[in-house]
């Protein structure tokens, strides 16, 4: 007895075998998947197709380079904004330190109002990592001073800083500004 659900594979001698090796053996026929031959390349299109791909890529590139310069322009001009905020009040009091000094009555009101106005500037200069350059007593450093002149001073050892007549700051190890100072000439014989 049958089985309902037979298969039916083909035998070398049935004929579905034959019709199988019968396409595959004729020649001049071709399947309908060619075996790893691919179709023959317009060497014409395929150059413009590459130099349409080249100039896509530069134009990505050029975009890319725009964008990047324009980044670091934003980048630069902007990049002082937070000091800059800080720096607003500052500001602030010096303008009411003026309004108050105009209606003053005495000077020592003036003065202690400048005072905490400088004290605050300071500090904001400390916060942001400025430090003022100790000059004063010191031996003459060229990295960090600025030597005005010399004057004579007996007793005090040549090259001392004897007179501080602007101060320098630097940003962590960085100068910004030399101190401007007068130093201990060197005696007369």
Known sequence: ???????????P??????EH?????????SSPHPASNPPPIDPSA??????????????????????LVREK????????????????????????GLQAASSATDAASVVAGVKLIQSQ????L???????????GKPFDPNWHEALGQEPAPGKPEGTVL?????GFKLGDRLLRPASVVTVAPPTS
């Open 73 to 96: 322009e934003d980048s630069v001009r902007y990049a002082n904004q937070a000091i800059l905020g800080d720096l607003l009040p500052l500001l602030d009091h010096l303008e009411l």
């Open 121 to 124: 500037f300071e500090r904001f």
């Open 46 to 67: 395929e150059i413009a197709s590459l130099k349409d791909q080249l100039l896509r890529a530069r134009a990505d590139f050029e975009n890319s380079r725009k964008r």
């Open 13 to 18: 001698e049935s004929p579905t075998a034959k």
């Open 21 to 29: 090796k019968n396409e595959a053996e004729a020649p001049g026929v």
């Open 126 to 136: 400390t916060e942001h990592g400025v430090t003022p350059i100790d000059a004063l």
């Open 163 to 167: 007179h501080l007549r602007r101060r």
């Open 1 to 11: 007895m049958k089985s309902k659900h037979s298969h039916h594979n083909p035998t």
